[in-house]
């Protein structure tokens, strides 16, 4: 369409102009058309969207928030995309069959998960809902929503701290050292599924020995309680079936279509679930063994068509057509760890006294704003201090923050940024630089500028725009921290932004608190009035 018609109308393909890229999923102001004209484009691959559409972003947020179940939390949508991260260590649990219904309703929207009862840390990229299109027909979200209503579509059971019982058997020939690395596999297995090895037992391998260590284990208050035979169980009537069923329990499947793991046995003693280790166990690759420990630390009851149903996907042997499959395989994704600077040094001369300090309802200007960070979506918050630090300590005592002084603050904003990027952690993926002066910045403000977040996508440079503005604070990759570390005098990172065009994205708000800061009592004043009326 011609620039001089597209207000209004969604960026389809992003677009170079004078002094920066205006990328695709851009809703055009008036300010965007009149730099696009200015900058000799007369025409763009634009988007309208009709009546009854529903933007991409609204689409994508409505239906994480209905898909996400305990344990699950969902990342704030941009270009369509809502990322679901597990908040615990634990199993996802999927509804395979309603994603199935879900993804078949129209191809505008589509659902992707990690496999059923697959293994997450917390923090961990667990699902995405992504939209395809620029906005989603009214009556196919509707659609959508209707299949995941009143149940969630994705959660995660969280790994129980549990005391684990592990029983040893012995023949004759069996050695100390293989005794010893029977234990060891078992303890490096429940310490990183987050439980105890709390007692273990070496006995003969008979039925009356078994019978009686189990028992005492049960007694013991151990809960699960592990069998490790000095021989592979080959049936119902072997060793350790007999004694669990000596002991007063039952065996509730034995053998399982995974392999490594064939050989193993699931039972009960008395409600207290018990598994018969398979010998593979002793090596540290995944075995079926494996699958069978994590739900039951993660508390689930498994029955014996939850065994049966393992074998689809269950083949974990290397062949030689697939060799070392794990060997080189790509770490799974994850939150991006994003830390924030709060600048709170200066002496707000135009002020005529700290300004950070000033009450704004109630509490100290500063607070609002660091309360909000704290509230976000941000895992590390640094405050810089330099002009009465001990009091601006004291103002955000409660909230929590750690504090790096600056003592040349009096030198200029660029000396306070080098000193709150020298205090991140050494693993944080970005940082957002905020200005201790602009309360009106909320949680969800700061989310959706974390979500605008993506490397692989060249958005490594997220800055807040209103009414065609720029405004703060800004978030910058990792990457970028040596030049902003260079940036010299009382001066931030906007000339390095303009270096680094290609990297910026520009992140639009309907309101404009992340053009307002404080620099004046006039501006307070203003403020205050917005905020009591």
Same mark, same amino acid.
């Given at each position: ?9 969604? @960026?389809?393909?992003? !677009? ?16 965007? !058309? ?11 691959? $634009? ?23 305990? *344990? ?20 996802? +649990? !999927? ?30 990229? %667990? ?7 620029? $906005? ?17 579509? +994705?959660?995660?059971?969280? @790994? ?17 050292? =293989? ?13 990183? #599924?987050?439980?105890? =090895? ?30 490790? *035979? ?30 490594? *793991? ?12 018990? %598994? ?89 200007? @500063? ?15 640094? !405050? ?39 205090? #991140? ?24 500028? %974390? ?37 010299? *005098? ?9 270096? @680094? ?16 800061? +404080?620099?004046?009592?006039? $501006? ?10």
């Amino acid at each position: 369409m011609p620039v001089a018609s597209a207000q209004g109308a969604v @960026l389809a393909h992003s !677009v170079g102009l004078s002094g920066g890229v205006f990328k695709k999923g851009r809703v055009l102001s008036a300010a965007d !058309v009149a730099l696009l004209a200015a900058s000799g484009v007369t025409k763009v691959f $634009a988007a309208r969207l009709g009546p009854d559409d529903v933007p991409e972003d609204e689409s994508a947020r409505a239906l994480a928030a209905r898909i996400c179940g305990a *344990g699950v939390s969902a990342q704030e949508p941009f270009t369509g995309r809502a990322n679901l991260y597990s908040q615990v260590h634990g199993l996802v +649990v !999927v509804d395979s069959a309603r994603v199935n219904t879900l993804n078949r309703i129209h191809e505008s929207i589509t659902f992707a998960t990690v496999a059923c009862f697959s293994l997450v840390e917390q923090r961990q990229m %667990i699902a995405t809902v992504k939209i395809i299109p620029f $906005a989603v027909s009214r009556k196919v979200l509707d659609a959508a929503l209707a299949v995941v209503a009143g149940e969630p579509l +994705v959660q995660v059971d969280a @790994l129980k701290a549990k005391r684990v019982g592990l029983v040893i058997t012995r023949l004759p020939r069996s050695k100390t050292s =293989l005794l010893e690395k029977s234990e060891h596999a078992m303890r490096q297995r429940v310490s990183a #599924l987050g439980s105890d =090895l709390a007692e273990v037992m070496i006995c003969d391998h008979s039925i009356g020995a078994v019978k009686n260590a189990a028992a005492k284990l049960k007694a013991a208050g151990c809960d699960p309680i592990l069998l490790f *035979g000095a021989s592979a169980i080959v049936d119902r009537g072997d060793v350790i079936p007999m004694g669990l069923v000596a002991a007063g329990g039952e065996v509730i499947h034995l053998g399982m279509p995974v392999d490594p *793991g064939n050989l193993m046995m699931l039972g009960s003693l008395q409600d207290i679930p018990v %598994i018969g280790v398979p010998s593979c166990a002793r090596s540290p690759k995944v075995n079926g063994f494996d699958w069978a420990l994590q739900r039951v630390l993660a508390g689930m009851l498994v029955s014996s068509h939850d065994i049966m149903d393992m074998g689809a996907g269950g083949l974990l042997a290397e062949i030689s057509s697939r060799p070392a499959p794990r060997e080189g395989q790509v770490l799974p994704q994850r939150a991006p760890k994003i830390a924030a600077v709060v600048l709170a040094a200066g002496k707000s001369s135009r002020m005529g006294s700290n300004k950070l300090l000033a009450d704004f309802d109630g509490k100290p200007l @500063l607070w609002h704003g660091v309360e909000n960070i704290k509230k976000s979506d941000a895992q590390h918050v640094v !405050v810089v201090t330099g002009n009465e630090a001990e009091q601006v300590k004291a103002a955000l005592q409660p909230l929590a923050v750690n504090f790096v002084h600056n003592e040349n603050f009096a030198n200029g904003l660029s000396t306070s940024l080098k000193c709150g990027l020298a205090a #991140l952690p050494p693993d944080v993926d970005a940082v957002l630089i905020c200005l201790g002066d602009m309360p009106l910045i909320n949680s969800q403000t700061i989310n959706r500028l %974390i979500s605008s977040f993506n490397v692989g996508e060249h958005r490594t440079i997220c800055v807040p725009v209103h009414d065609g503005k720029r405004g703060n604070p800004v978030l910058w990759g990792r990457q970028h921290f040596p030049g902003l570390q260079a940036i010299e *005098g009382d001066q931030g990172g906007r000339l390095l932004m303009d270096a @680094l065009s290609d990297e910026v994205v520009e992140v639009d708000f309907k309101t404009g608190g992340v053009l307002v800061d +404080v620099d004046t009592p006039q $501006a307070l004043a203003e403020i205050r009035s917005v905020l009591n009326p």
